[in-house]
């Protein structure tokens, strides 16, 4: 890490603009360059500070950089690796934030020069909220951060990601981008297609009778469309999968509630709440949440 000089962040949005302010706080002797598309983003980050520089050309954002990380849609990713693959230095590494992986790595390996190192990046950190204005510094302190590596992935270039997200301070796995997305499809897009599919279940009108529990519920519903968007095409088949087995499981339910069959109706509650008690005890042992 000591010959980290220039980490380049594209895209500013809520991820991208935390991970330019975690760099500043963490690694005061190093520059971070901060490339938006947009003119408005470009200006609030420059306002708030996010970065050591933020500028407009995105082949010259990459020029110096030893790190270069896409924080941008999962869907700009192989343009962004055509555009800037002459650019990068030799020995750079590049990684990404995206919520899937197996379609970055193929880009990666069809659009990169073999004189730069690709690793896949998922932090599990952020929130409904959106924009570079609600970027934070410590977003990743107790988060997960996934890094994906196949059989041609550099391991000194996992070694120096495995040290850079944990001093940002994650709890750092490792794993194939097949298995990664095997996995987030049912612990994290599929949650995001039933409080999708909860909200529009239900009138307009009916909801502003919804309570504490249906908010808390349907919360990541408000994630931006686009992006999500992104994800679930980027997963189609490991998605489609997990709403299969969600429709196989709300199929079980209503068949005993049409039964009015009680004690299976128990049954099915106590297991959720076991499974779910088991995993929010695992997580305040491992303190990546606090009870």
Known sequence: MRHLRQVTVIGLGLLGGSISLAVLRSFTQVKVVGYAHRPSTRDKAGRLSIATQVVDNLVESVAEADLVILASPICTFEKIFSDIAGALPSG????????????????????????????????????????????????FERAMCILTTTKATD??????????????????????P???DRIYASVSHLPHVMAVALINANRRADLKFAGKGFIDTSRIASGPA??????????TRNVAKGIDRAIAELMRL???IRNENRSQIVKMLESARDKRNELISSKITNKEIIS
């Open 254 to 256: 209503k068949k005993e």
């Open 226 to 235: 686009n992006i999500w968007a992104d994800v679930l095409l980027t997963n």
């Open 92 to 139: 750079c590494i590049v990684t990404d934030v995206g919520s899937t992986k197996m379609l970055p790595h193929r880009w990666a390996a069809e659009r990169l020069p073999k004189s730069v190192y690709y690793v896949g990046s998922h932090p599990i950190a952020g929130s409904e909220q959106r924009g570079v204005e609600f970027a934070r510094d410590d977003l």
């Open 178 to 180: 097949a298995e990664h």
């Open 155 to 176: 391991r000194r270039a996992v070694q120096i990601l495995n040290g850079f997200w944990s001093e940002l301070g994650c709890f750092v796995q490792l794993m194939t």
